[in-house]
């Protein structure tokens, strides 16, 4: 469980409403957020757009998995992986060289994640259910 601020993209001024709106770690975002009806309500409350809701909620998910913090989800995210479920099924050569690649043009992270931990990342999600419907 990260605090809400880990989330890339989410600002200390976002990060407040959250707050207001009783949301402050990602496992309180996915309880909130999991569902349609419950983004739609947090947007509500929050007056953020409910699409950004979603996107956030989708990092949250994807950051359960073991070694993928805030600045990885949004990598992977550029590179097309949005959820747990296409994470489970890339292939690991592949996809480091994806991140390898799109991170040479935008620098997105300080750090690359190296083959193996792309595995590690594949694997694990294989046993973590999605909980963002």
Same mark, same amino acid.
């Given at each position: 469980? /990260? #605090?809400? %601020?880990?989330?890339?993209? $989410?600002?200390? #001024? =976002?990060?407040?409403? @959250? ?6 770690? !990602? *496992? ?6 999991? &569902? ?6 947090? /947007?509500?409350? &929050?007056? @953020? ?7 956030? /909620?989708?990092?949250? %998910? ?12 949004? =990598?992977? *995210?550029?590179?097309?992986? !949005?959820?747990?479920? %296409? @994470?489970? #099924?890339?292939?690991? !050569? ?5 991140? &390898? ?17 792309? &595995? ?5 999600? /294989?046993? $973590? ?5």
């Amino acid at each position: 469980m /990260a #605090r809400i %601020d880990e989330i890339a993209g $989410i600002d200390p #001024r =976002l990060a407040t409403r @959250l707050r207001k709106a009783g949301v402050r770690t !990602t *496992e309180s975002l996915l309880k909130r957020a999991g &569902t349609k009806a419950g983004r739609e309500q947090l /947007a509500v409350e &929050t007056a @953020l757009d409910s699409d950004q809701v979603m996107r956030w /909620a989708l990092r949250a %998910d994807i950051m359960r998995v073991k070694g993928v913090g805030g600045e990885y989800a949004v =990598l992977l *995210e550029a590179c097309g992986v !949005t959820t747990i479920r %296409d @994470l489970r #099924r890339r292939n690991p !050569t592949a996809l480091t060289a994806k991140l &390898t690649d799109h991170n040479g043009r935008k620098q997105m992270v300080r750090r690359l994640p190296t083959e193996n931990m792309v &595995t590690a990342w594949i694997e694990g999600a /294989a046993d $973590i259910e999605p909980l963002v419907r």
